[in-house]
């Protein structure tokens, strides 16, 4: 992908992939063929840090990065030079969305600006969500987003996971590919029925062989890097 846009109609934003040549002319290329696009930006390295953002800087347009970003039915304002947010991820939202029942009690870790609540709430209205994001800003956003989609009975706390007193839940969700299995043993303490766990791997055995509970599902997310795989692992507790 050498290129992503995040946004509306009205205002987005241009990300160019890290490595990219030619990123000044192709900056241009991308301002004329989208009118919507108002900023491009360009990723200087991978994501970093624990807040997961890339590194980026401003190639061309405006330098506020801040949009109103569509998709599956509800809005989430985000900079993306600020919180973690992934446009390509919107068909897991939506997957993982229509497999909530009504009436769950959920726990969304790791929740950045709380897209994956929104979404569940568009699909399932009749469940109550609690989310945790150690991101300040971010969390700034997710109650920006529960009130811009008129949502009730989700719960941003910001927060690091270990910290935060946890209550039992009946459904677990851990996007945090990189180090969610660090935080496995805490959520089974917590859980009453399902664990999402995300993870990369080239082959899930990788992420498998580390998991004693029972998996009922492996779902293929998205290609990650040459031959890896972001995964969702569904642990029954
Ligand atoms: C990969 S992002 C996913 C964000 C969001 N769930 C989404 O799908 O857009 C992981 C998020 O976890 C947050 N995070 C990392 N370590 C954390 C911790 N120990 N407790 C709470 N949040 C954490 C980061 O700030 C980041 O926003």
Same mark, same amino acid.
């Given at each position: 992908?050498?290129?992503?846009?995040? !946004?509306?109609?009205?205002?987005?934003?241009?990300?160019?992939?890290?490595?990219?040549?030619?990123?000044?002319?192709?900056?241009?290329?991308?301002?004329?063929?989208?009118?919507?696009?108002?900023?491009?930006?360009?990723? #200087?390295?991978?994501?970093?840090?624990?807040?997961? #953002?890339?590194? #980026?800087?401003?190639?061309?347009? @405006?330098?506020?990065?801040?949009?109103?970003?569509?998709?599956?039915?509800?809005?989430?304002?985000?900079?993306?030079?600020?919180?973690?947010?992934?446009?390509?991820?919107?068909?897991?939202?939506?997957?993982?969305?229509?497999?909530?029942?009504?009436?769950?009690?959920?726990?969304?870790?790791?929740?950045?600006?709380?897209?994956?609540?929104?979404?569940?709430?568009?699909?399932?209205?009749?469940?109550?969500?609690?989310?945790?994001?150690?991101?300040?800003?971010?969390?700034?956003?997710? @109650?920006?987003?529960?009130?811009?989609?008129?949502?009730?009975?989700?719960?941003?706390?910001? !927060? @690091?996971?270990?910290?935060?007193?946890?209550?039992?839940?009946?459904?677990?969700?851990?996007?945090?590919?990189? #180090?969610?299995?660090?935080?496995?043993?805490?959520?089974?303490?917590?859980?009453? !029925?399902?664990?999402?766990?995300?993870?990369?791997?080239?082959?899930?055995?990788?992420?498998?062989?580390?998991?004693? @509970?029972?998996?009922?599902?492996?779902?293929?997310?998205?290609?990650?890097?040459?031959?890896?795989?972001?995964?969702?692992?569904?642990?029954?507790?």
């Amino acid at each position: 992908m050498v290129y992503e846009i995040i !946004g509306s109609k009205e205002k987005a934003v241009a990300i160019i992939g890290f490595g990219t040549e030619n990123i000044k002319e192709l900056a241009e290329k991308i301002m004329k063929q989208h009118k919507n696009v108002k900023s491009v930006l360009a990723k #200087t390295g991978q994501r970093e840090g624990v807040f997961r #953002t890339h590194p #980026t800087k401003l190639i061309l347009g @405006d330098k506020n990065t801040e949009v109103i970003h569509k998709e599956n039915g509800y809005s989430i304002k985000i900079d993306p030079r600020i919180a973690y947010f992934s446009p390509r991820e919107s068909t897991e939202r939506l997957r993982l969305s229509k497999m909530i029942k009504a009436g769950e009690k959920i726990l969304v870790m790791f929740s950045g600006v709380s897209p994956i609540a929104i979404a569940i709430k568009k699909v399932q209205p009749d469940c109550k969500i609690t989310c945790i994001e150690i991101n300040p800003e971010a969390v700034k956003y997710a @109650d920006e987003n529960v009130k811009l989609n008129k949502i009730c009975g989700i719960k941003n706390i910001c !927060g @690091d996971v270990r910290e935060v007193k946890l209550e039992k839940y009946d459904r677990i969700i851990m996007p945090l590919p990189e #180090t969610s299995l660090e935080y496995l043993d805490l959520a089974k303490k917590h859980c009453k !029925g399902i664990i999402h766990l995300y993870g990369f791997a080239k082959d899930p055995k990788e992420i498998t062989s580390k998991i004693e @509970d029972k998996i009922i599902k492996i779902q293929r997310v998205l290609p990650y890097g040459p031959g890896i795989y972001k995964m969702r692992f569904d642990i029954e507790i």
